[in-house]
């Protein structure tokens, strides 16, 4: 079982709907990274949280750390939101720190 | 800033060949993290660096792999020899992480460098 499982892997929306894209670990963290890779490619950092809630424009991330979930929302989904969203945790490892990812979310949102 | 620079963008080799990556991270930034991405297994740390110093290589896959910092603008991941199944997206990325953990300070990555062994 890997320690970071998204859901869904592929998600389809229409333009405007509410979007939420999950993610659950099963180790210890001290923090959890929502990234969101472009078709063409490039990854962008969106959120790093280690409690609560995160907004930044349409997008929202949550944390649970008692469940070991996240949610990534996006409000009023657009077109351009189309890509994968990649979520990530830091989890404490012999006095260093392991980062570890989950497998990705591909959203395509269609006009 | 020109943000993270990466190259060559593409590089197509034959098997057995040395292949180097190049990356210069964004001025200022403390930490740099080499990554791997393939369909297969997603995105995978392979090594990443504090202050010019290599903090974690368990990432790295054997010892074909090899990663340099020389200075605090340049870093290299070389393989030699190259296999068909290091064909990947290489990302390099940067952050002001102080202390070399991930928790403090967002990263920012570069375009990636496609490689294709053949």
């Known amino acids: 079982k890997n320690e970071v499982e998204q859901s869904p892997q592929n998600l389809t929306a229409q333009e405007g709907e509410f979007i939420t894209i999950n993610c659950s670990y099963s180790?210890?963290?001290?923090?959890l990274h929502w990234l969101q890779q472009h078709p063409g490619g490039g990854i962008v950092s969106l959120f790093m949280l280690s409690s609560g809630k995160k907004k930044h424009g349409r997008l929202i991330a949550t944390i649970n750390i008692q469940e070991k979930h996240s949610s990534l929302h996006i409000t009023a989904s657009h077109p351009r939101d189309s890509a994968v969203y990649i979520c990530?945790?830091?989890?404490?490892?012999?006095?260093?720190?392991?980062?570890?990812f989950g497998k990705g979310t591909k959203l395509t949102v269609n006009p | 800033d020109a943000g993270v620079i990466q190259s060559p963008r593409h590089e197509v080799t034959e098997m057995g060949q040395e292949v180097t990556l190049r990356c210069k991270p964004i001025?200022?930034?403390?930490?740099l993290f080499w990554y791997r991405q393939t369909m297969m297994r997603g995105l995978e740390l392979l090594i990443y660096?504090?202050?010019?110093?290599?903090?974690?290589d368990s990432g790295m896959p054997e010892d074909r792999f090899s990663a340099k910092m020389p200075n605090a603008s340049f870093s290299t991941l070389k393989i030699q020899p190259s296999e068909p199944r290091d064909s990947a997206v290489y990302f390099c990325a940067s952050s002001l992480e102080p202390s070399g953990v991930f928790s403090s300070y967002e990263q920012y990555f570069g375009p990636g460098t496609r490689l294709t062994v053949t």
């Open positions: 660096f504090n202050n010019n110093v290599p903090i974690d």
């Open positions: 990530a945790v830091t989890t404490p490892q012999g006095g260093s720190e392991k980062l570890v």
């Open positions: 001025s200022g930034h403390n930490s």
């Open positions: 180790v210890g963290i001290s923090a």
